[in-house]
């Protein structure tokens, strides 16, 4: 039998759906006057039926050093640039987890999934 004759499921007919959820932004900056110089580490958390297909799923920042002035605040600018696939919405994204060095200095969780609806009257 030759291959793609259609017999025993086609890839065309035997695939899901499937939808794609891009998330970009920033790690910006924060405040912890006490240390002199901190990396982010970050890492986005998620249901099993997401997959990470373009992008990182965890990083680390550069390393930064406190600012000099009053606000004594480390800022990283840090881009954010990942895509997600899924056949179901369930288990979205739900957040970047990031820490300061490894032995936790502080924790964020930011949530990312924005759900886009038909509004009409």
């Known amino acids: 039998m030759a291959a793609g004759s259609g017999e025993g499921g086609d890839a065309a007919t035997t695939t899901s759906a499937c939808f794609l959820m891009m998330v970009t932004g920033q790690i910006e900056s924060a405040k912890f006057p006490?240390?002199?110089s901190l990396y982010c580490?970050?890492?986005f958390v998620h249901g099993q039926d997401w997959s990470v297909i373009l992008g990182l799923e965890e990083g680390v920042s550069q390393l930064c050093r406190k600012s000099d002035d009053e606000r004594q605040q480390f800022?990283?600018?840090f881009p954010l640039d990942t895509?997600?696939?899924s056949t179901n919405p369930h288990g979205c994204t739900s957040g970047v987890r990031?820490?300061?060095?490894?032995?936790?200095?502080?924790a964020s969780d930011c949530a990312e999934c924005v759900w886009v609806g038909l509004v009409g009257p």
């Open 75 to 77: 800022v990283w600018n």
């Open 98 to 106: 990031a820490g300061l060095l490894d032995c936790s200095r502080g």
């Open 41 to 43: 580490k970050y890492s």
């Open 83 to 85: 895509t997600f696939k």
């Open 34 to 36: 006490e240390f002199d």
